[in-house]
């Protein structure tokens, strides 16, 4: 799907990147972790998230993730607005919550960048 | 244990990070990103590099006075060595278990502080030595092997 189908299915706003309606959004995370989102997103994944500080751009830079999803009506501050236009990360807020949003995205035919964790990780 | 390279690095690089400093933190990443990806490193050693810096990062800005990023690269092997002026670490193995953390509440809210910082530079990395004196500071060495 495309960021655009995104936004419309999400009733989302776009914050940052307007011009890059046309990008087609392959898989997703989610999570308010950034170590967890660091340790487990994927290249050109799409991030779903509650965190709004500049890290979370950062974080979506160094993994140059597709762009970022603000759920539960969230929008981060001025210095993060900036930094994901610097740094042309495209972001969106929508006010469904992160179940909801993961939901209707995954219904849309949107799927996991992974299924699960490996088991080494899961016993810890 | 980490061997002491036998050749003279084709780039070396020093960086400084201030403890606190949470508005420019990821910013010596970012360049250290950038440097790899002018140089020609695979993706793969790219994105390996930026994670594990980050998150080192983000442990200077995080627990530290400040921290010197030192990189150097050679045709085999990419080193980075951080060495930070703060509180230093107790107990390095309790430190390396996912989960363990001694972050503040204003460190979790940001996203981070949940004991995965070190597990996750090491698993990105193909070497990791930490060394600690407590009261003076940390020295983290880290080392990507960029043909393997």
Known sequence: ?124 | MIEQRNEEPLLEQEFTVEGGDFIHAGEVSSKIKKILKEIGASQEVVRRAAIATYEAEMNVVCYAKRGDFHLAITPERLEIVIQDEGQGIEDIDLAMKEGFSTASEEIREMGFGAGMGLPNIKKNVDDLLITSVVGEGTKVTMLILTKR
């Open chain 1, 1 to 124: 799907m495309t960021l655009r189908e995104m936004k419309d299915l999400l009733g989302a706003e776009v914050l940052v990147g307007s011009e890059c309606m046309d990008v087609e959004v392959r898989d997703a995370f989610a999570a308010d972790l950034l170590s967890d989102v660091l340790a487990f997103a994927k290249e050109g994944t799409l991030l779903i998230t509650g965190i709004t500080n500049p890290q979370v751009i950062r974080t979506a830079e160094m993994l140059e993730l597709i762009g970022i999803v603000f759920v539960r009506g969230k929008k981060p501050d001025e210095d993060a607005i900036k930094l994901a236009q610097i740094k042309k990360v495209p972001l969106l807020s929508t006010r469904y919550i992160m179940f909801e949003t993961c939901g209707r995205l995954f219904r849309n035919g949107l799927v996991g960048c992974i299924e699960r964790v490996e088991d080494d990780r899961a016993e810890e």
